[in-house]
């Protein structure tokens, strides 16, 4: 079973900075099945990011995701105000589907 | 519109069993895979269950195996989570989440309270 492990558990920055957040895999991730989440308090979560890189339907460019194998990373180019949130990963190639345990972008 | 809409939790004691169930609409139904992902107060999103297009292949996180089933109903485009057995650890919110034909989560239900305690 595939445990994902995300850094750093919590990121303190200003709007307009670049955020980057890390994702390791105890194993390699088949095909580059990783996603990315936000979850906003209060909310559901939405996806963001899918096969590791590729942009979910109306989410901006400054999301970007890159990595292979058992290292991800998402980055935000500039963070805007509603940026300030909750983000997961998550394996999706095989059962089951676990998610890492969040890293938590706030306002420095 | 892809609209995912979980019922049927609220406060049970421990030991009982409560049945959730989600109902779905602007989406081909039995076309997608679903899930039920669950969220501990102040806590991390936890898997907890799936359910292929046409309910002939399921799979249970270790927490909930034995406890847990997950059924559908295409023909009423509904999603169900029967739950026996709660414990004080189930205690969560629940969302029903659609998967893409690809896999990954793409659309969450808003959720719903599952409380256990005596």
């Known amino acids: 079973e595939i445990v994902l492990t995300q850094s750093p558990g919590t990121l303190s920055l200003s709007p307009g900075d670049r955020a980057t957040l890390s994702c390791r895999a105890s194993?390699?991730?088949?095909?580059?099945?990783l996603a990315w989440y936000q979850q906003n308090p209060g909310q559901a979560p939405r996806l963001l990011i899918y096969?590791?890189?590729s942009r979910a339907t109306g989410i901006p460019d400054r999301f970007s995701g890159s990595g292979s194998g058992t290292d991800f990373t998402l980055t935000i180019s500039r963070l805007e105000p509603e940026d300030f949130a909750v983000y997961y990963c998550?394996?999706?190639?095989?059962?089951?589907?676990?998610f890492g345990q969040g890293t938590k972008v706030e306002i420095k | 519109e892809v609209q995912l809409v979980e019922s049927g939790g609220g406060l049970v004691q421990p030991g009982r069993s409560l049945r959730l169930s989600c109902a779905a609409s602007?989406?081909?139904?039995?076309?997608?895979?679903m899930h039920w992902v669950r969220q501990a107060p102040g806590k991390g999103l936890e898997w907890v269950s799936g359910?292929?297009?046409?309910?002939?292949?399921?799979a249970y996180a270790d927490s909930v195996k034995g406890r847990f089933t997950i059924s559908r109903d295409n023909a009423k485009n509904s999603l169900y989570l029967q739950m026996d057995s709660l414990r004080a650890e189930d205690m969560a919110f629940y969302y029903c989440?659609?998967?893409?034909?690809?896999?990954?989560?793409?659309?969450w239900g808003q959720g719903i309270l599952v409380a256990v305690s005596s």
């Open positions: 359910i292929s297009w046409n309910g002939g292949s399921v």
């Open positions: 989440v659609k998967a893409s034909g690809y896999h990954y989560f793409d659309y």
């Open positions: 096969a590791a890189s």
């Open positions: 602007g989406f081909t139904f039995d076309d997608y895979g």
């Open positions: 194993q390699p991730v088949s095909s580059s099945f």
């Open positions: 998550q394996q999706y190639g095989s059962s089951p589907w676990p």
